[in-house]
């Protein structure tokens, strides 16, 4: 080995603690990367490939009934690849081991397997049988979460008679690859299971023979969706179209493409906080290096070598640390990236889900780490580079210090002599110390993402379950029933009480722009269902015009007080316009919401309802239960502790795991900044340190100096931090703002303590490091030696 | 710098190694400029021990480190072997170091953390016809500390390592900013040995600053700077081995 190269590796070895810290912030950043473009690649790639295989559909409709005749004039609108007719219907299931009632979807498949459109891969047992009415396929959530398999059966009420469905495979759709109820929170496989059933036997159950209710289009390449949309609509109409949407917006495709894109979101911005850390410390470094070296420089460039040999030299230095960083971060990264694909299977079921760590992420990852090494070496190479030999044989002049701003303000008899030695190396090189100020403060920011969603999450269940939704069931009639039906729901055992629900499927339009969604008419002055406005009180609802979802008014160009035009999909489909009366803020999906009675009079309906939201006396709640199970009226019944459930247990997995590595990630950048900052402030004044020991000193005294400079950074950098954070937990809501949910900005004084806490006791752990090595200080040898 | 490869092939192989002519340097400092040399005129001839002699702040450096070419002066002329310095660029300036000049510092300069070997391998590695770094530092009597670092030496020790250093590269003119400066005198002498030694069996040209009068007796020449100027140049014809020299 060259002794050039030689001298490299010793020079790294020496300050290796720093070296360590610096390529474990950059390790992060890059692990990061790797993790989460690797994990957007596989699941990408996956969704992608899943998709062809098995014709995931282009284009989704609902609908009352229309004949099967109807299916060849779809078929013939130009563009449209293949048709696939269905019946689809909700029912109630009583599965053994759970007393609550759980919800199936049925879907129709053919008799005999052919390549239908979101066809089955079977992952246990076998297709449907002809001529076996009762068999079924189910979902692998479903039959993992009750431990059901080809053999076993579960009871259904379709129409009014409980019927066993026996099941004869397990099987994943590409439909349902995020199996949620629509309007729940959470994926719940335990209470929500989809059957693919036979075609025949489900008209037949269901009074749809000769007809369907839902329809699949796949389009040709290139053909125009929007047009295939509104002539489907057009054919539908007459037949009850729900309206039809793009699959952008069927839900499970809807919610994965969202993880998607955030992945990728975060992939791309988070870890350049820590490569901008990182950089930063490089530089801090390697211009202290270069400055301790500059007799070294002198006498390399003396000696014949080049400007550039030296400047590769010290460039050489920095990539090294970034190059080893960065290959550790990567092989990280991929075990990360690993771990958050397994974890992401519990929620996305895909009959394949392999790992890839794409060549161009890798590159990537080494080119950010380069980017990192170059960014950081870059001014004290330069330096280096432009250093004049014969001016570095000459000892660097000593620093100029002056007097500092509080001193020259003459409030210096406040201050003890430490403390003065404090603010005047603070002030001499105030740039490095608000460099430092603002990494520390990065990490203090990371703290607090990290930990703010427990804060906004207790806030969003409080406020969806506490204060809007407050009741215990919400229930889903099969179709709209007249108001005896409420009479009779809360005369069911358990029923404290009942308030009716209507809603009505709809199609906004606003110009241009339109969306599907449902217009819930709400009684006045509920007391179970209610709107929640920003501060999280009950909205009174306006006897005029529609309260809408900010979320949904912007999408729809709509402000307080304009107009829009609603569609009704059902009934006599009645087209009515609306004004925008107020704005409302809810986290989940969004929804429009008008007087009850204006609803009816829309509809030119009595007291009808389709639903009905209940309190219940817990105590009483198997026999309700029970009831409910058996009701043919009820086609879905939503428990709220279900909910809650679902949500708490998907959140402690993915928070733990998420929280852990944001403490880990951000004290990494903590103990990076203040160890390296404690390093250089005692390279530099090891002399002037040791020489006040020889003058009588204690060593608390010449700590206190120096650490004291650091406790100064810190405590000015931790209420930054904080800002810091509450500023990223802001860009984080701001990310999360979709049209499928949203976050409140809330930051909690535990969060803020936790954060401040943490970064406090990493920069008291790197101080203790630094207190440790000025004990040892060896007096002799730093006087001697000659900087 | 291609004059100066000219040169070496060995055109101007006799008579001058080094012609000055009229150097000034004045360093700018804002409110003051400090008149470091003011018209050197000077000429040092192949295989010559020359001493520089002066009080401090003379200008004995700044001068040697533009005959080095680490500087370059603010006006006048300088020529190694016909070859104009003073033209050079950068790069010309590295290889012409890199080539020609073995440089010996007043405060060492090793690289602490490389051993003795490692330091003069630094600049074996470099050139073209180089001693091996042990047979360097056999020259100057270190055979046996080869494997130490810098600090594992007394102050003698690293002169000498940093003169086998300088020789290793044979190279041809050898210049030492006060290589005695910080060492008492029987470790100065050993220094000088060494130095008078490459002089003589290597044919070196060599220039050494000193503030001590004494050495001056082991020079060929000896040159006297006083406040940037030449004041007067001695020939010695009666030169001293260095251990017959008393401080
Ligand atoms: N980089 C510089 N900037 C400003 N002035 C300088 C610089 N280098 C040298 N000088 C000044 O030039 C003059 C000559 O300096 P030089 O180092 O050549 O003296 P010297 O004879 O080597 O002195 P010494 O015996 O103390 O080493 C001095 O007055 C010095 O202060
Ligand atoms: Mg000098």
């Keep these: ?787 | 710098m291609i004059e100066v490869e000219a040169a070496r092939q060995g055109t101007v192989a006799e008579g001058a190694v080094f012609i000055a002519r009229g150097i000034t340097k004045i360093y700018d400092m804002g409110e003051v400029q400090v008149h470091a040399l003011r018209g050197v005129d000077l000429e040092l001839d192949g295989g010559e021990l020359t001493v520089l002699l002066g009080p401090s702040g003379s200008g004995k450096s700044t001068l040697l480190n533009i005959l080095g070419g680490l500087d370059v002066p603010t006006a006048g002329q300088v020529f190694y072997r016909g070859g104009e310095l003073t033209a050079a660029d950068e790069k010309g300036l590295t290889r012409y170091r890199r080539h020609h000049v073995g440089f010996v510092f007043q405060f060492y300069n090793l690289i602490p953390s490389l051993t003795a070997r490692e330091n003069v391998a630094l600049v074996t590695e470099i050139s073209p016809d180089p001693l091996s770094p042990e047979e360097a530092l056999d020259l100057v009597g270190l055979g046996d500390r080869m494997d130490h670092f810098p600090a594992q030496l007394s102050g003698g020790q690293q002169q000498r390592v940093a003169i086998a250093r300088a020789v290793a590269k044979q190279p041809d003119v050898l210049l030492c900013d006060e290589p005695t400066g910080a060492l008492d005198i029987e470790t100065g002498v050993l220094v000088l040995e060494a130095i008078e030694r490459v002089n003589r069996e290597m044919g070196t040209t060599t220039a050494v600053i000193t503030h001590n009068a004494a050495i001056a007796e082991m020079a060929d020449r000896v040159v006297y700077l006083a406040d940037g100027r030449i004041a007067r140049v001695v020939n010695n014809d009666s030169k001293k081995d260095p251990r017959e020299l008393r401080w």
């Design chain 1, 1 to 787: 080995m060259r002794a050039i190269h030689r001298k490299l590796l010793r020079d790294l070895w020496q300050i290796k603690g720093q070296v360590f810290a610096i390529a474990a912030v950059i390790g992060v950043g890059v692990a990061m990367f790797v993790a989460y473009l690797s994990t957007f690649d596989s699941l990408s790639g996956t969704q992608r490939a899943y998709y062809e295989r098995y014709r995931f559909g282009d284009v989704f409709a609902s609908l009352k009934r229309a004949p099967d005749s109807l299916q060849a004039r779809l078929a013939e609108i130009p563009g449209v690849a293949q048709v696939e007719a269905r019946v689809v219907a909700e029912v109630t299931l009583d599965v053994e081991g759970m007393t609550e009632p759980v919800t199936g979807r049925l879907v129709s498949v053919p008799e005999r397997k052919t390549a239908i459109l979101n066809d089955l891969s079977m992952i246990e047992g076998r297709y449907i049988e002809p001529g076996r009415g009762n068999e079924v396929v189910v979902t692998e959530g479903f039959a993992l979460a009750h431990g059901l398999g080809p053999g076993d059966s579960v009871s259904a009420v379709i129409n009014g008679r409980s019927r066993d469905l026996e099941i004869v495979g397990v099987a994943l759709s590409p439909e349902f690859i995020y199996t949620i109820r629509p309007g729940a929170l959470m994926p719940d496989d335990a209470r929500f299971g989809v059957f693919w059933m036979s075609r025949k036997a489900l008209a037949n159950a269901f009074d749809m023979e000769g007809g369907f209710n839902d329809v699949v289009l796949r389009l040709q390449p290139g053909a125009s969706e929007a047009e295939i949309i509104a002539r489907t609509d057009d054919l539908l109409k007459k037949y009850g179209g729900l309206g039809a949407m793009s699959r952008d917006f069927q839900i499970s495709n809807w919610y994965l493409s969202s993880e998607l894109k955030q992945l990728k979101g975060f992939g791309t911005v988070v870890p350049f906080i820590f490569l901008g850390v990182a950089a930063f410390l490089l530089n801090v470094v390697l211009t202290r290096i270069v400055s301790v070296q500059r007799e070294q420089i002198a006498a390399l460039k003396a000696l014949g070598y080049s400007n550039l040999e030296v400047g590769w030299h010290y460039s050489l230095w920095s990539l090294l640390v970034a190059g080893s960083g960065g290959v550790v971060g990567a092989m990280m990264g991929r075990n990360m990236g690993q771990g958050m694909l397994n974890m992401y299977n519990g929620y996305f079921r895909f009959p394949f889900l392999e790992y890839r760590l794409a060549p161009d992420v890798v590159l990537g990852a080494l080119g950010i780490s380069l980017l990192a090494a170059i960014v950081g070496a870059s001014q004290a190479v330069r330096g280096a580079v432009k250093l004049p030999p014969a001016e570095a044989m000459r000892p660097e002049p000593p620093a100029r210090y002056r007097k500092t701003l509080v001193e020259r303000l003459g409030t210096e008899k406040w201050f003890s002599q430490p403390a003065r030695m404090v603010l005047r190396n603070l002030e001499r090189q105030p740039l490095r110390a608000l460099a430092s100020i603002i990494g520390i403060s990065c990490s203090g920011g990371l703290l607090v993402i990290g930990l703010f969603f427990l804060d906004s999450i207790e806030v969003l269940l409080d406020v969806q379950f506490n204060i809007a939704q407050r009741q215990d069931i919400t229930l889903t009639f099969v179709e709209p029933r007249s108001s005896g039906a409420l009479f009779e729901v809360s005369r069911l055992p358990g029923v404290v009480s009942a308030e009716p629900a209507r809603s009505v499927p709809v199609r906004l339009r606003a110009g241009h722009l339109s969306r599907q969604t449902a217009v819930t008419g709400l009684v006045n002055d509920p007391r179970l269902q209610r709107v929640v406005s920003s501060d999280y009180q009950p909205v009174e609802l306006p006897p005029e015009g529609v309260l809408m979802t900010r979320k949904l008014a912007e999408i729809l160009g709509l402000q307080q007080g304009s107009v829009l035009t609603v569609e009704v999909l059902e009934g006599a489909r009645p087209v009515k316009e609306a004004v925008v009366a107020d704005l409302v803020d809810e986290f989940m999906g969004t929804a429009v919401y008008m007087d009850m009675d204006a609803l009816h009079r829309w509809m030119r309906e009595g007291s009808n309802l389709s639903g009905a939201y209940l309190q219940v006396d817990s105590y009483h709640a198997d026999a309700l239960y029970a009831h409910l199970k058996s009701l043919p009226s009820v086609a879905g019944v939503a428990l709220k502790s279900a909910a809650i459930d679902a949500f708490n247990n998907q959140m402690d997995e993915m928070m733990g795991v998420f929280i852990f590595f944001n403490i880990l990630f951000a004290s990494i950048i903590t103990i990076g900044v203040v160890y390296n900052a404690a390093r250089i402030s005692l390279s530099e004044r090891s002399r002037e340190l040791a020489s006040l020991r020889v003058l009588g000193f204690t060593r608390g005294e010449i700590s206190s100096i120096l650490l004291g400079e650091l406790a100064l950074i810190t405590l000015v950098a931790i209420p930054l931090g904080l800002m810091v954070g509450y500023g990223f937990a802001a860009l984080m809501v701001t990310a999360f703002d979709t049209e499928l949910y949203r976050f409140p900005l809330v930051v909690s004084s535990r969060t803020f303590g936790v954060s401040a806490l943490v970064v406090a006791l990493a920069a008291t752990f790197s101080g203790l490091v630094v207190r440790r090595r000025l004990d040892h200080l060896d007096l002799v040898e730093v006087l001697k030696t000659r900087e």
